[in-house]
Every structure is written in structure tokens, then in C-alpha cells.
């Protein structure tokens, strides 16, 4: 048997620890929800007015602009943001390192849901927002701006695109949709939010994307 001859065991390439902890957080979360439905009152994000519209029952709280996040509506709708932060998030994870990946998430969190506030009360809205999609739109634009000619594949229809075109259409479409009211009980501005605070931060935070150096 030779000495130090290298290993012919595959490499396996283990999911980030941030991406990892974060879909763990989720699935956990989605699975409590299920044996707790009231959960969503306490936790998901309700409009600043809705206390008054409620007679006291739900509220906005603070906290919610965090946790809202982490809750959400049924099996499809967590596999969908699941699968595209472990697409997106992973990459991006390795880009920015740890501390400011999870940074630039909840900050593209945050943005979702203020803007999902400002939404709420100038349309009169007095439904919960809840899902992880903010965070994952934010996410989707990073990955677009330091992978701008990588392939993204959509889903309906299956069409492979440059991410940064992919993008570009995604946020056209949910402008679309938001401001025509179309496919309702989706938080169009919220994900919108996600992508500007995504934005922002990319373009005046620190390991900015080498052209805007």
C-alpha cells in the first residue's frame, strides 16, 4: 500500500452550514405549524391596522417582521422556497461567507416585510403575510448580479435563461401582477421589497459585485 497517495473517495460537497441551518429552521417551523395552526396568529405578519379592523384579536408586533419568514401556507409553497434557497442561497453563501449571508437575508427580510406594511396600509388589506419568498427574491438578485450569465431554468414554462434576464422578468412580472391585483393572496410588494433591499445592500455594502467597485 503506497503512503501518501491521494484518496480516490469521491468528494461530497456538504450544503453550507448558514443555507443548511436555515431550511432545517423552516421545515422545522412548517412541521409545528401543523400540529399548532394558531401559531400564525402570534407570529405571522399582520398589518399596522389590524388590531383596530380585529377588535384586539391580531395584531402587528415588532417581531413579526422577523418571523413571518419562517411560517408558511402548505407543502408547495415551503418546497418552492426550500428549493430555490438551497439553489440561490448555497452559491451565495460561499460568495459572501457566513456572517454577511445571513445579514444580507434577513435584511432582504426586513424589506419584504416593510414593504408589505407600506402595501397593507395604502391598500386597506388586512390579511397575514407569511413565507420566506422576501428573503429568497433577495437572494435571486445577488445570485443574478455576481452570476449574471449563469443559466436559471423556469418552471412553467421549463426555459433557460441568463440569470440576470431571469430576474429582470421575474421582477417585471410581480410589478405586473402587484399593481394589477392580479393572483391574489400572493404578497407581490413584499417580494419586490426583498429585491430592493437585496439591492441596496449589494450596491452600497461592503463586497460590492466587482463592477460597481
Known amino acids: 500500500m503506497p503512503l501518501g497517495g491521494a484518496s480516490l473517495r469521491p468528494k461530497i460537497k456538504l450544503m453550507p452550514p448558514v443555507t ?81 449571508y445571513l445579514t444580507y437575508y434577513f435584511v432582504c427580510v426586513l424589506s419584504a416585510g416593510i414593504a408589505q406594511l407600506i402595501t397593507s396600509a395604502l391598500t386597506g388589506a388586512l390579511y397575514p403575510t407569511i413565507g420566506a419568498s422576501g428573503g429568497v427574491f433577495g ?32 421582477a417585471g412580472l410581480e410589478l405586473f401582477l402587484g399593481v394589477t391585483g392580479t393572483a391574489e393572496g400572493v404578497a407581490h410588494f413584499a417580494h419586490l421589497g426583498g429585491l430592493v433591499g437585496g439591492y441596496l445592500m449589494l450596491r452600497f455594502g461592503r463586497g460590492r459585485p466587482a463592477r460597481w467597485r
Open 139 to 170: 437572494l435571486l438578485l445577488a445570485y443574478a448580479m455576481y452570476f449574471p450569465h449563469n443559466r436559471v431554468m423556469l418552471i412553467f414554462p421549463p426555459i433557460p435563461m441568463p440569470a440576470r434576464v431571469f430576474v429582470i422578468v421575474y
Open 20 to 100: 443548511l441551518f436555515l431550511i432545517a429552521a423552516n421545515a422545522g417551523i412548517f412541521l409545528l405549524q401543523l400540529s399548532a395552526p394558531g401559531l400564525e396568529t402570534a407570529f405571522a405578519l399582520w398589518p399596522l391596522g389590524a388590531a383596530r379592523a380585529s377588535g384586539g384579536q391580531v395584531s402587528f408586533q415588532v417581531w413579526q417582521l422577523v418571523t413571518y419568514a419562517f411560517l408558511h401556507g402548505g407543502l408547495l409553497h415551503i418546497g418552492f422556497n426550500m428549493f430555490a434557497l438551497y439553489m440561490f442561497g448555497s452559491a451565495m453563501e460561499q460568495v459572501f461567507g457566513p456572517r454577511r
